[in-house]
């Protein structure tokens, strides 16, 4: 079975300064990794995700993430944090015919 | 249309009565996916739809709740004799095909308050 766990409910940052949002995952077989973003009252956007090409992934709005396999972990980054990066992020494997949410990392960014 | 679409965006029922949710996924898009996100939590999976075969019905919580989507575009999750328990955001997603790792696009999500 697949399942992914975000180990930070909760991330605090300061404007200009680097975000870690850190997720690992389990998985019987080589997985689908995604990262989703949900700013408030608005749907769920696609950051990147990661299906076996390139282990370090590049998305939307200057993050990106690295599969790495020995750690079974895909961790989200960026170098310098924006005020409108505020938001929850999740952590999705997928599985054989459906995602498989974590269960979110909010992250704040402080001016 | 350009993305996802689904109404109510917001709705307020009283304990007890039936409602209906309806999603109109992206044009072309063979699977439909149904999700529930409690506050707080991260979405959870309901159903899946391949055209207007149900794939998938094991995350509905029980008999109350159905979808169907009998023409293979629009789908309608139904929750019959609704309780306070069942508020939360409804989700819908569709996709190109079921394949893993085929990109997933997600509504903005149905509001549901039983009060």
């Known amino acids: 079975a697949q399942s992914v766990t975000q180990l930070d409910s909760h991330v605090s940052v300061s404007e200009g300064t680097p975000v870690l949002l850190r997720c690992n995952y389990s998985s019987s077989y080589s997985p689908s990794l995604f990262w989703y973003v949900q700013h408030p009252n608005k749907g769920l956007q696609l950051l990147l995700k990661?299906?076996?090409?390139?282990?370090l992934v590049k998305g939307i709005n200057g993050f990106e993430a690295e599969f790495k396999k020995s750690e079974t972990s895909f961790h989200l980054t960026k170098p310098s944090a924006h005020m409108s990066d505020a938001a929850e992020y999740f952590c999705?494997?997928?599985?054989?015919?459906?995602?498989?949410f974590g269960t979110g990392t909010r992250l704040q960014v402080f001016p | 249309g350009a993305g996802v679409s689904q109404s109510p965006r917001y709705k307020v029922t009283k304990r007890g009565q039936d409602v209906a949710l309806r999603c109109d996924p992206i044009s072309g898009h063979v699977s439909l996916y149904w999700y529930r996100q409690a506050l707080g939590q991260g979405p959870e999976f309901l159903t899946y739809f391949n055209y207007e075969a149900q794939q998938d019905k094991s995350g509905l919580p029980n008999d109350r709740f159905s979808a169907e989507r009998p023409e293979g575009s629009i789908s309608t999750l139904t929750i019959q004799r609704t309780e306070q328990r069942d508020s939360a955001m409804y989700r819908c997603?569709?996709?190109?095909?079921?394949?893993?790792?085929?990109?997933?696009?997600f509504g903005e999500g149905s509001w549901l308050t039983v009060v």
């Open positions: 990661y299906t076996s090409a390139a282990t």
């Open positions: 999705v494997v997928s599985g054989t015919d459906k995602l498989i």
């Open positions: 997603a569709s996709s190109h095909s079921d394949s893993s790792g085929n990109t997933i696009y």
